[in-house]
């Protein structure tokens, strides 16, 4: 059982503004800290895959979740219904490809999904 003290991490590219609109959704609806790449300590980046700025993971005291199924495990965590769908769908057989298919497909238009919801990117803001 996860330590509520030490709840997982949310890691995410803070230089983009549908990534840090979906870090701050996931946060409002659930129990994460939210931490952008540029925000990583040595030890969280101890933890992520060489190639961690490819996609966003889930640290948790236990697992490192990356990519689709980093977003998949933090569905399953939020309070709201698509939590029911996300346990569903982990149910799936053989959903590992389309998951991280659906993933790649969102990751790679971020640009055009921000022009529909979208947060100033905190590596962004002056101050």
Same mark, same amino acid.
């Given at each position: 059982?996860?330590?509520?003290?030490?709840?997982?991490?949310?890691?995410?590219?803070?230089?983009?503004?549908?990534?840090?609109?979906?870090?701050?959704?996931? $946060?409002?609806?659930?129990?994460?800290?939210?931490? +952008?790449?540029? %925000?990583?300590?040595?030890?969280? *980046? @101890?933890?992520?895959? /060489?190639?961690?700025?490819?996609?966003?993971?889930?640290?948790?005291?236990?697992?490192?979740?990356?990519?689709?199924?980093?977003?998949?495990?933090?569905?399953?965590?939020?309070?709201?219904?698509?939590?029911?769908?996300?346990? $569903?769908?982990?149910?799936?057989?053989?959903?590992? +490809?389309?998951? %991280?298919?659906?993933?790649?497909? *969102? @990751?790679?238009?971020? /640009?055009?999904?921000?022009?529909?919801?979208?947060?100033?990117?905190?590596?962004?803001?002056?101050?």
């Amino acid at each position: 059982m996860e330590n509520p003290t030490y709840p997982p991490r949310l890691v995410y590219d803070d230089d983009c503004g549908f990534c840090t609109w979906c870090a701050r959704y996931a $946060a409002a609806r659930g129990s994460f800290e939210v931490v +952008g790449f540029t %925000e990583l300590t040595p030890d969280q *980046l @101890a933890r992520l895959p /060489d190639e961690y700025e490819d996609c966003a993971h889930l640290l948790t005291q236990t697992a490192v979740y990356s990519c689709g199924a980093a977003i998949e495990e933090a569905m399953a965590r939020v309070e709201t219904p698509s939590r029911y769908l996300a346990l $569903a769908f982990k149910r799936l057989p053989k959903r590992t +490809g389309l998951r %991280e298919r659906g993933y790649r497909v *969102l @990751a790679d238009n971020r /640009d055009l999904l921000g022009k529909i919801v979208r947060c100033e990117p905190p590596a962004r803001q002056s101050g």
